[in-house]
């Protein structure tokens, strides 16, 4: 659950391309974009081992889900995640393109242009603080590509996270994505 919570915090504070202080927007395209992140871990509390002849003596159903939530995580290597979003004029005018994060991270500009934006993070939440750093780079108005790297402290454990994403245009019309 925490590991998903930091993802969730570097990919929608990544997106919040103009929603601090300071951020020069990036020059890309407005309309639908897919995002796809690249995130492994290590450093994890540690989860009720399952060894593999118990894994193998499970139901194939459980097994299965047992074995999608461990990668879903992270855990065992690089997990990709893949997902759209919808920029547009009215949420960078508002500087809310995808700011969930706002009530719990606090964002330092390191540096920012129209092609290149790099700052720091900071998250508190009721029992854990995750520090990192981002960089996204615009490659063309069409597409992006960036890094991160979090340190999330919790009851005294380090959980180290990094990340790599790119993202392109897929055009102007939006659909149902928000």
Not at 6 to 20: E, T, Y
Not at 107 to 112: E, I, W
Not at 148 to 176: E, I, Q, W
């Amino acid at each position: 659950m925490r590991a998903k919570f930091v993802l969730a915090a570097i990919v929608f504070s990544v997106l919040s391309l103009w929603a601090a202080d300071k951020l020069t927007p990036l020059k890309v395209k407005l309309g639908l974009w897919e995002n796809t992140v690249t995130h492994s871990m290590t450093g994890m509390p540690a989860m009720p081992a399952i060894s593999p002849d118990t894994l193998a003596k499970m139901p194939p159903e459980q097994r299965a889900r047992i074995e999608a939530m461990m990668k879903q995580s992270g855990m065992g290597g690089p997990a990709t995640n893949v997902s759209k979003y919808c920029i547009t004029q009215e949420k960078i005018d508002k500087q809310t393109a995808f700011d969930v994060t706002q009530q719990v991270c606090t964002r330092t500009v390191v540096s920012s242009t129209s092609s290149r934006l790099e700052m720091k993070l900071h998250c508190e939440q009721k029992q854990a603080t995750t520090d990192g750093t981002v960089v996204v780079e615009v490659t063309s108005s069409e597409s992006t590509k960036g890094t991160a790297h979090m340190v999330t402290n919790a009851a005294g454990r380090n959980m180290n996270m990094d990340v790599t994403f790119s993202s392109k245009y897929l055009g102007p019309d939006c659909g149902d994505v928000k």
